[in-house]
């Protein structure tokens, strides 16, 4: 088993830094409880995830499908995004208590309906902080125009 700390893992984000293009950690591929209990996917420690992105500040890194439980130790972490996909409601808009710039939209699409991620997002009022989110988030980026081309080659650099 590997680390979300080892060399190579650090090796790529640097390499990613260096291209500015951010690392994306997939926390889960589905709900725990649908998976069937001899074969479980465990997934990555948060505590590891948020360790990375203090390793490597200048890296921006998004947690997909994090839970109310992870996002709970990314909070000291600025440069560590969240996706609202696995959120739901709670005491905080979303149930997470992280920093409303480090919030992204997250809709599980295409195997549920986006509409239902985007209505929860509108009524927690947090349409305005997403934007802003993402757009802090992609700044650097190829423009989505020019993604054929100039994407793909910053891609094919990285030699990993």
């Known amino acids: 088993m590997y680390s979300l700390i080892d060399q190579p893992t650090l090796d790529l984000g640097k390499k990613l830094i260096a291209s500015g293009i951010p690392l994306a950690v997939q ?46 130790d990314f ?31 997250g809709t599980h699409s295409p195997f549920l309906c986006p509409t239902s991620a985007r209505l929860k997002v509108k009524a927690a009022k947090l349409e305005a902080q997403i934007k802003a989110s993402t757009d802090k988030l992609l700044k650097g980026l190829p423009p989505i125009e020019d993604s054929g081309s100039e994407a793909v080659a910053k891609l094919e650099r990285l030699e990993v």
């Open 27 to 72: 926390m889960r591929i589905e709900d725990e409880r649908n998976q069937y209990p001899l074969l479980k996917v465990e997934p990555p420690q948060s505590a590891f995830v948020a360790q990375l992105a203090s390793l490597l500040p200048e890296l921006k890194i998004v947690a997909l499908c994090a839970n109310r439980r992870e996002v709970a």
């Open 75 to 105: 909070t000291e972490v600025d440069n560590l995004y969240v996706e609202t996909s696995f959120l739901d409601g709670g005491a905080t808009p979303l149930g997470t208590p992280t920093a409303p710039d480090r919030l992204l939209l």
